[in-house]
Structures are given as C-alpha cells and as structure tokens.
C-alpha cells in the first residue's frame, strides 16, 4: 500500500464529507435561525460559515507556498455579521472556502507531505496543516449540525443512521460483507 496516496485519498474524501454534512443540515434551517444565536457569547450558524470561509480561504490559497495566515484576513471580522453578510452572500464565501480546500487536497501529490508550510510563521509538515484543516472542519461541522438539529426540532431530517436503526444498518451491512 502506498501510504502517502492513500493518506490523501483519505483526505479528501473525509473533508468532502463534512463539507455535505454541514451543507444537508444547513438545508434545515430558515434564514432567520441561520443568523440567531442561542446566547450572547455563542455563534450563530451564519458566523460559524463565515470564519470557516475565512479560515479555508487563507490556510488553503497557495498553500505550499505561502503562509496559511494570509496577511489580508480579518479573523476577528469573521465573527461579526454585518449589513453585507445575507446568507446568500456568506454562503458563496462557504462555497469558495470549501472549493478552495478541496481543489488543493486534490491537488496535492503523495510527495509534498513531506514537505514543510507554515502557518502564523510556525513550520509544520504538510500532514500536520491537513490533520489540523480536517480537525478545524470537523469541530465546526458539529457546531453547525447541533444548531441546525436544535432550530428545525421534530422536523430534523437525520443525516446518519436513524433513531432505532442501528440493529437493521448492522445487519444489513454484516450481510452485504459476508460476516
């Protein structure tokens, strides 16, 4: 087995899913709840999108190439909503950010995780920044399905295996892989 190519695929695969995750439950939700806040120090689904758009965009631009803390990104921005932050608009930052990511994992090649990039100056191994974008994705992602879960109530659509299923999906997939 090649483990750099493997490792990759992996990658990329695991990151697109929680881009879809984050994507259904958002589906979920009505344009008021995606801004509203349960509290006064928590974020909204719409912040949350919108310092994941900051951070895909800065950490995967040039990533091999230049620090993954671009000079022109406001982080602190990112957790303010403005006149200009509709959801349409906060959502093709989202688009843009995942695009980002996602085009630069495929576009690695086994090779390059041995190299080294940077981010906030500090130096760290290719594999290092890719752990750290899908453990940065997959902290959000969770935050963004808890409020969509909360906000659309009994109407939540799960985007797993169901409530009481578990036995069923077991079985079926024990069948389906000879066990």
Not at 12 to 39: I, N, P
């Amino acid at each position: 087995m090649d483990f750099a190519a493997t490792y990759l695929e992996d990658m990329r695969a695991t990151a697109a899913t929680y881009k879809k995750l984050a994507d259904e439950a958002m589906a979920q939700v009505e344009d008021a709840q995606f801004a509203t806040t349960l509290g006064g120090e928590e974020n909204s689904i719409a912040l949350i999108v919108k310092h994941m758009a900051g951070n895909l965009r800065s950490r995967w631009t040039d990533f091999l190439t230049t620090d993954g803390e671009k000079p022109d990104r406001d982080r602190d921005a990112e957790f303010e909503l403005g006149g200009d932050d509709a959801r349409a608009v906060v959502m093709e930052a989202w688009e843009r950010g995942w695009a980002t990511f996602l085009g630069t994992l495929e576009a690695l090649k086994p090779d390059d995780l041995a190299r080294t990039v940077r981010i906030r100056g500090e130096p760290q191994t290719v594999i290092r920044a890719i752990d750290r974008g899908v453990a940065h994705a997959s902290y959000h992602v969770g935050q963004i399905v808890l409020l969509a879960k909360h906000f659309a109530g009994p109407e939540w659509r799960t985007l797993s295996i169901p409530r009481r299923q578990s036995r069923q999906l077991n079985a079926g997939m024990a069948e389906k892989h000879g066990r």
